[in-house]
């Protein structure tokens, strides 16, 4: 007999967004199950980070229904960290709004950094750190509380090459552990890898809107 198939995480159904007039979503429906990786691609202005936002439940769509069964972390494309805190002092901060106590938060931190082959120098704040490094901080902070869904925004932004394969090799681990992550890319080459692919690029493709 089959196992029974995971539970669904995440339902969206029926989401359509409109900013003024102009409708940037139109009737987007997509469910993801525990132990599920989904990629969301689409052209520029698609409505990939709307869409994403929408289900993390940080802006309401127009129309249409998001149900979520768990906890979600989500990583924003941009921002997310602070200048004048130190990586440590990020760990501290966004552990405890995830109830986690400061030594476990540090610990995970610093766990997650190693996985993707960051050592955080301890008085180094978040202004000084690179691109690249800033990004690996702000995909660390929305794992930190090991919530049960996962909503990444072009996370790799300015990551290296290694710190790239790095980074898709924490995503299996972690769907192996019965995660649902949710990741917009534009790395066609992952595709193969995912369990589905939600595209949003509109029909007729009015592109790079
Ligand atoms: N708050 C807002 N008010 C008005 N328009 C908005 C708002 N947020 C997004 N938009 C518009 O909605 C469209 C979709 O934006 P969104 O950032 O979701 O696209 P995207 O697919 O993530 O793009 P990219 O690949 O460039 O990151 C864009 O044209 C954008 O200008």
């Known amino acids: 007999m089959a196992a029974p198939a995971p539970p669904v995480r995440l339902r969206a159904t029926g989401i359509t967004k409109k900013f003024g007039r102009r409708e940037v979503l139109s009737n987007v429906n997509?469910?993801?199950?525990?132990?599920?990786?989904?990629?969301?691609?689409?052209?520029?202005?698609?409505?990939?980070?709307?869409?994403?936002?929408i289900c993390a439940g940080l802006i309401s769509p127009t129309s249409g229904r998001v149900e979520v069964n768990g906890s979600?972390?989500?990583?924003?494309?941009?921002?997310?960290?602070?200048?004048?805190?130190?990586?440590?002092?990020?760990?501290?901060?966004f552990g405890r709004g995830d109830g986690l106590n400061r030594d476990t938060a540090l610990t995970r931190g610093r766990e997650m950094a190693a996985m993707l082959g960051w050592e955080p120098e301890p008085k180094v704040q978040a202004r000084h750190l690179s691109g690249g490094t800033r990004q690996k901080l702000n995909v660390i902070l929305s794992t930190l509380g090991g919530h049960d869904i996962l909503l990444l925004d072009e996370p790799y932004q300015g990551f290296d090459r290694g710190t790239y394969t790095d980074f898709w090799e924490v995503i299996w681990r972690l769907r192996d552990t019965g995660r649902t992550i949710v990741v917009i890319t534009h790395m066609l080459n992952t595709m193969d890898r995912v369990d589905q692919v939600l595209d949003l690029t509109p029909t007729g493709s009015e592109r790079n809107r």
Do not use: M, W
């Not at 979600?72 to 901060?93: K, M, N, W």
């Open 30 to 53: 997509f469910e993801v199950r525990a132990g599920e990786v989904a990629a969301v691609i689409g052209s520029n202005g698609a409505g990939k980070s709307t869409f994403l936002k």
């Open 72 to 93: 979600i972390g989500y990583c924003p494309q941009a921002g997310g960290t602070f200048d004048f805190l130190r990586p440590s002092e990020h760990f501290v901060l």
